[in-house]
């Protein structure tokens, strides 16, 4: 059996992804953060729920610098698999399959996610 | 095909339809449920949130003491906790290549899933029955 002319997959470290395909990995990543981000969820409602002193020191760290930067994190990544898991149930149904169909959706996520995330921390910083 | 194809899948096993993993297309189904169940559950949850951004205790705790508020909260943690669950399952699964490994990760990612879903539901039931 001939072995040459046979397809060969692409080695990740040579082949430039395309955007669809680093969307793909991002919807994974992002997931795996948010489940990590559901920690501190917990630990906000948890400690709500065992005293006024417990939540402000919850309330003090989600406040600090860190608490900020892993609270924009956590909302960027909500937003990008909330807008990318609408696109994937589309793909459920047999939609957008297209070349010039995906690329056009893989910017409508990206474009969508980063702004309701700016609309979303101007409504909650200017509010 | 013919009926006496190459194929080396039992009659029963067609029949049952239920592929090499043997439950079918169950997590498959279960994890676009939760997605769908998922899409106005996170709008409300994120709007929750920028009501209560830069207000204080009091705030929260009236927020949660509604009932509808406590009850759309404890659906959103239901089904995002189960939902984390099925996908951190299928990540484990496609990365982690040793069996043994595998099926540890797993169960530790389902339990520590089981329990933050558990604690943060009792809160905000804490909250909703204590206001």
Redesign the interface.
Known sequence: MPTHNRPLSPHLQVYRLPLTALMSITH?IT??G??IG??L??WW??A??YG?AS??QAQGFLGSWIGLLLLFGF?FA?FFH?FN??R??FW?FGRYFELHETRRADIAVLVAAAALTVV?WV???G? | MSSKSHSLRSALGKARCLGSAKDGTHHWWLQRVTAIALIPLTIWFVASLIALAGHDYAAFMNWFGQPINATVMILFLAVAFHHAQLGMQVVIEDYVSSHGWRTAINLLVKFACYALAALSIISILTIALGA
């Open positions: 994974r997931g795996i948010l489940t559901t920690l969820l917990t409602v948890t709500a729920a006024v939540f402000e909302s909500l909330l898991g609408v994937h149930l459920d979303v409504m909650a910083l509010g």
